[in-house]
């Protein structure tokens, strides 16, 4: 009998050596992408109230406004305003072109519309016009990102039914496509399918092959990427990164990822699974095959997040970094090797000088410090990074940076 337990412990035991490991091991020291003066890799050290601040000039792309439904009480509630959210700028022939998911309330509900602005300075909008038109019920899209492809500027839109684009795949018909600017006619046109049962991040990539790369979640949250694009729209072979269940303890969502000099991919995830941090992946055959996603130890306030190189030779990270505060406060981060961020500091994004008459009522939890400020979006142009975002998930704003206040940032020590 004892001999027999012997061979069997002998057995597990070499199973378990021998079985890759995709558990979230929070034991583990997490994989320092920020290192920091003064506090170095310990995240925990950070003083949020003694890193720099960068200030900037702010704009509302497209005000808030009541939504069709009625009222639940006299007063006007965030709630009663329409959706605007998943914001994406680009600077294309000219102007600025800026799109957002425009809906009837938060979030994600039937008949949601993606609508755009253009400007010809980044800080005095058009008026919003609708780029897909009105769905019917229990139609719905989600605004995805601006997209330039054989000179032809594309919106990317995750159309799906029901209430939100998650769920059983046969209810939700979850679907990329695109829509494309036709100037002659000044509107937008239905271009066609890229991908089904898909929803990506941000838009597609160019990679050392030639090949777009894009991200790609389908409506279960299982994360791949697709490559192709280059034949053909609807072109596409899709890769698996990491499975929903697949690492413990993290539930992967939004993930970003840029080429480095070596041509290897560096990807990182926001997490739904309460670690408020970031994680981390590699692949070094341009995405066809992932390393295990584990943690790092980036804070975030488990939120979209975005990342841009810089024509200054360094690369910038937006996103929520303040976990005690939630979404409350937008952070700029600078990594000089593409890797490992060294500089933090917070966007000082002022509250909105004036309101709509109608959601007026509503000018404290518009304020600065009070409100929500997501799913940031940055491009680069003329010596200024352009950051947009949404307040409340209920209006469409952008912020600009001077290039030049995160050079010296970046040659300070005060961080």
């Not at 997490?30 to 170095?40: A, D, E, K, R």
């Not at 990182?268 to 692949?283: A, E, I, V």
């Not at 505060?325 to 966007?347: C, G, H, I, M, Q």
């Not at 200024?384 to 209920?394: D, H, P, T």
Request: glycine share 6%; proline share 7%.
């Amino acid at each position: 009998m004892r001999k027999h337990l012997h061979t069997l412990f002998t057995v597990l035991t070499l199973l378990l050596l021998n079985t890759p490991s995709h558990a979230a091991d929070k034991s583990t020291s997490p994989v320092p992408v920020l290192n920091l003066p003064g506090s170095g890799t310990d995240v925990k050290a950070i003083d949020y109230s003694k890193l720099p601040r960068l200030t900037g000039e702010h704009t509302i792309i497209n005000p808030a406004a009541l939504g069709p439904y009625p009222k639940k009480s006299n007063k006007v509630d965030l709630r009663d305003l329409r959706l605007n959210l998943h914001n994406y700028l680009i600077h294309h022939d000219g102007k600025f072109w800026c799109i957002w998911s425009d809906g009837p309330r938060i979030e994600d509900e039937p008949t949601q519309e993606i609508k755009y602005a253009t400007s010809a300075d980044g800080l005095h909008w058009s008026k919003a016009k609708s780029v897909t038109g009105t769905p019917e019920k229990p139609n719905a899209f989600i605004a995805r990102g601006l997209w330039i492809r054989d000179g032809k500027l594309l919106t990317l839109a995750a159309k799906y039914q029901g209430h939100g684009a998650f769920g059983p795949p046969a209810k939700k018909q979850l679907e990329l496509v695109a829509y494309r600017w036709e100037p002659a006619q000044d509107k937008w046109v239905y271009e066609g399918q890229l991908y089904d049962n898909a929803i990506n991040n941000f838009p597609p990539q160019k990679l050392p092959s030639d090949n777009w790369i894009l991200t790609r979640r389908d409506s279960r949250f299982n994360v791949s990427v697709l490559i192709g694009g280059v034949k053909a729209l609807n072109d596409w072979k899709s890769f698996p990164v990491v499975g929903v269940k697949q690492v413990k303890g993290f539930r992967p969502d939004e993930p970003i990822f840029w080429v480095l000099p070596d041509n290897s991919l560096y990807a990182l995830f926001r997490d739904n699974g309460g670690s408020q941090r970031l994680f981390f992946s590699t692949s070094n055959d341009e995405g066809r095959t992932w390393k295990s996603p584990v943690l790092s130890n980036f804070p975030n306030s488990s939120s979209k997040l975005y990342s841009l190189p810089t024509s200054h030779g360094y690369r910038v990270l937006v996103l929520n970094a303040h976990p005690a505060v939630n979404r409350r406060e937008l952070y700029l981060a600078v990594s000089p090797d593409n890797k490992t961020f060294t500089r933090l500091a917070k966007l000082e994004i002022p509250s909105p000088d004036e309101l709509p008459e109608e959601v007026v009522s509503l000018k404290k939890k518009f304020s600065a410090g009070i409100a929500s400020l997501q799913y940031p979006h940055v491009i680069e142009h003329d010596g200024y990074l352009y950051i947009a975002f949404s307040r409340g998930k209920v209006q469409t704003e952008v912020f600009r940076v001077k290039l030049s206040d995160i050079d010296a940032l970046l040659k300070s020590n005060n961080n």
